[in-house]
């Protein structure tokens, strides 16, 4: 089993907006250390080509969602400079099957590493927290998949929208924030930060952990995206999304 022969072949289908087959299925044997190679072959060529490694995101952050998919922990992808949206017109080209999740991002000044961090390590390393849109894009047909697949499709990253407002952390209950997601005007989604983890520090905690066992950490300079606070929102061309963060701020994007 060649890994790299199975990341060009993902890749290839990043790029061009073509549904693949699961490579679980074809690849009894590829394991999550596989899978995370894979992710990080991919990244390599798009930095080789010019692109900015910018930091990580979590998936599967959700308890539902880690049950609902037979796993006990989440999962991690890597965010490049060309995956950030530079307004709040999301083009769907290059897109599959798009969906909308709001999160928060952990703007780091400080390396973060080790197994054993603690939540006021995160704290004090954290210069800011934005709000967050994420898109995720699932390269596989019909949007299914196991958790290696996912995770060498790099969590199913695609775009990130980040507000330009950035809160203070100790300044607000981050667990208890409410989040309102409106799609073309009606309520789709509601929840708040709890259901990330518990607490999205705890996002962070768990990614450096995470990296720590396979010898890498958090830069200072990086964010996080801790992942969804709902579930995420299919979007089609027209669409309109506000995602209200109630007491921080609303994000409204349009799909073109």
């Known amino acids: 089993m060649n890994l790299h022969l199975i990341a060009n072949e993902i890749h290839r289908h990043q790029k061009s907006a073509l549904e693949m087959e699961k490579i679980s299925l074809r690849f009894p044997s590829i394991t999550l250390e596989d899978a995370y190679k894979i992710q990080e072959i991919n990244t390599e060529k798009e930095l080789q080509a010019g692109d900015r490694f910018v930091g990580w995101k979590m998936g599967l952050t959700s308890f539902a969602k880690q049950q609902s998919v037979g796993v006990n922990q989440p999962i ?3 965010l490049l400079k060309s995956m950030e949206m530079a307004n709040k017109e999301l083009s769907l080209e290059g897109l599959i099957h798009p969906r909308l999740e ?3 991002a952990f703007l780091i ?3 973060l590493k080790g197994n054993n961090v603690t939540e006021q390590e995160v704290w004090q390393a954290t210069e800011g927290i934005m709000t967050a849109i994420e898109v995720i894009d699932s390269r596989y047909k ?6 290696i697949d996912v995770i060498a499709d790099n969590a199913s990253s695609a775009k990130f929208f980040l507000s330009e407002q ?3 952390p100790n300044k607000f209950q981050w667990e208890k924030a409410k989040v309102r997601m409106k799609l073309n005007g009606r309520v789709v989604q509601e929840g708040e930060g709890s259901a990330v983890l518990g607490n999205p520090v705890r996002s962070v905690i768990e990614l450096v952990r995470m990296l720590h066992s396979s010898g890498l950490c958090i830069e200072p300079g990086m964010i996080v995206l801790t992942g969804g606070i ?3 929102v299919h979007v089609f061309s027209g669409d309109s ?3 209200e963060f109630v007491e921080l701020d609303k994000i409204d994007l349009t799909v073109i």
């Open 142 to 147: 019909d949007f299914s998949f196991n958790l």
């Open 241 to 243: 999304i506000e995602v």
């Open 230 to 232: 709902t579930e995420a």
């Open 109 to 111: 000044n400080k390396k």
């Open 102 to 104: 709001p999160e928060f």
């Open 166 to 168: 950035i809160y203070i």
């Open 76 to 78: 991690y992808g890597r």
